[in-house]
């Protein structure tokens, strides 16, 4: 068997494994996000942060982040009964190559080089319970507020997406689908949620 032919067969057998721990890690957390409603709770708030951050009245504004006040309360409760139930998955299914493309299994062969997807979920439940905007005292905090939990959501899309596929691929997404870049999200969530993001991630 010559090189190229052996090139061929290895380049089709990676290919194939990997999209098979990429359909594993889908399933998975589809399984634990498909009993809440934290796709729609997050479309539902992000819509509604444009609307009041567009919104030049300061009552009409005020009324919109009152009424966006349940739906913040909501996606917290949601997100840490994910975060909670993820908890239990085995830590060999979760563990997420920090590299940044995917190599089927690469952070059992190499886990110095991977994250705990658990610990992960973790640190976004804590940011996004506590950026809640209609916490804030004003309209200038609300607004800043808003600005941080927008981040937070982001970044958790984006985790989610890195654990399914990789961490080029969810920095692509993030970029398409949100006009911004990952380096961006970063700086914008809490101090809290930066921090421990990248302990977590072997960049801190």
């Given at each position: 068997?010559?090189?190229?032919?052996?090139?061929?067969?290895?380049?089709?057998?990676?290919?194939?494994?990997?999209?098979?721990?990429?359909?594993?890690?889908?399933?998975?957390?589809?399984?634990?996000?498909?009993?809440?409603?934290?796709?729609?709770?997050m479309?539902?708030?992000?819509?509604?942060?444009?609307?009041?951050?567009?919104?030049?009245d300061?009552?009409?504004?005020?009324?919109?982040?009152?009424?966006?006040?349940?739906?913040?309360?909501?996606?917290?409760?949601?997100?840490?009964?994910?975060?909670?139930?993820?908890?239990?998955?085995?830590?060999?299914?979760?563990?997420?190559?920090?590299?940044?493309?995917?190599?089927p299994?690469?952070?059992?062969?190499y886990?110095?080089?991977?994250?705990?997807?658990?610990?992960?979920?973790?640190?976004?439940?804590?940011?996004?319970?506590?950026?809640?905007?209609?916490?804030?005292?004003?309209?200038?905090?609300?607004?800043?507020?808003?600005?941080?939990?927008?981040?937070?959501?982001?970044?958790?899309?984006?985790?989610?997406?890195?654990?399914?596929?990789?961490?080029?691929?969810?920095?692509?997404?993030?970029?398409?689908?949100?006009?911004?870049?990952?380096?961006?999200?970063?700086?914008?969530?809490?101090?809290?949620?930066?921090?421990?993001?990248l302990?977590?991630?072997?960049?801190?």
């Amino acid at each position: 068997m010559d090189f190229f032919t052996l090139a061929i067969i290895v380049t089709i057998a990676v290919y194939v494994l990997k999209r098979q721990d990429q359909r594993r890690r889908t399933r998975l957390l589809a399984e634990h996000l498909g009993r809440l409603q934290i796709e729609k709770l997050m479309g539902s708030l992000i819509e509604g942060y444009l609307r009041a951050l567009g919104e030049s009245d300061l009552q009409r504004r005020t009324q919109i982040w009152a009424l966006l006040e349940g739906t913040e309360k909501s996606l917290a409760e949601q997100f840490q009964r994910f975060a909670e139930h993820f908890s239990g998955v085995d830590e060999t299914e979760v563990r997420v190559s920090t590299l940044p493309l995917a190599l089927p299994y690469i952070e059992r062969v190499y886990p110095q080089g991977s994250f705990d997807m658990r610990e992960m979920v973790k640190i976004h439940a804590r940011g996004i319970a506590a950026a809640q905007v209609f916490a804030g005292q004003d309209d200038d905090e609300r607004r800043q507020r808003a600005f941080t939990l927008t981040a937070e959501i982001f970044l958790m899309q984006h985790s989610c997406h890195w654990f399914c596929k990789s961490l080029t691929i969810a920095s692509v997404r993030l970029l398409a689908r949100h006009q911004t870049s990952y380096e961006q999200v970063q700086a914008a969530v809490s101090t809290a949620t930066r921090n421990a993001y990248l302990r977590l991630i072997g960049k801190r």
